[in-house]
């Protein structure tokens, strides 16, 4: 099977930090990874992308600062690391790969592999 299990996800207070992890069955060396969040009553949107080389692409300028994406390829796991959280960063967060190594665009239409999604909520 090819497949991404993400986890880390769970219940944060304001300010603090969560990191999620997004392990595939399979080597990632060709292809980049996604993140994107779908927020209750929202859209489901692509925030970062890195591609299989590690170049980090920012698609929400609020979020830059705050959300890092990162990878291991040797351990067929990418990372995103979020800190200073609000509770508008609530929502279920989304890993996914892309066979075509780099950050093309943010369609979900780009992506080949999903991981189930991680609930993020942040609230005190």
């Known amino acids: 099977q090819l497949q991404l299990v993400e986890s880390g996800g769970g219940l944060v207070q304001p300010g603090g930090s969560l990191r999620l992890s997004c392990a595939a069955s399979f080597t990632l060396d060709n292809y980049a990874i996604g993140w994107f969040r779908q927020a209750p009553g929202k859209e489901r949107e692509a925030f970062l992308c890195i591609s299989s080389s590690g170049h980090v692409r920012n698609y929400i300028d609020s979020m830059s600062g705050r959300f890092t994406a990162s990878r291991d390829n040797a351990k067929r796991t990418a990372y995103l690391q979020m800190n200073s959280l609000i509770p508008e960063d609530t929502a279920i967060y989304y890993c996914?790969?892309?066979?075509?190594?780099?950050?093309?665009?943010?369609?979900?239409?780009?992506?080949?592999?999903w991981g189930q999604g991680a609930q993020v909520t942040v609230s005190s």
């Open positions: 996914a790969a892309d066979g075509g190594r780099a950050c093309w665009d943010r369609s979900m239409m780009t992506y080949d592999y």
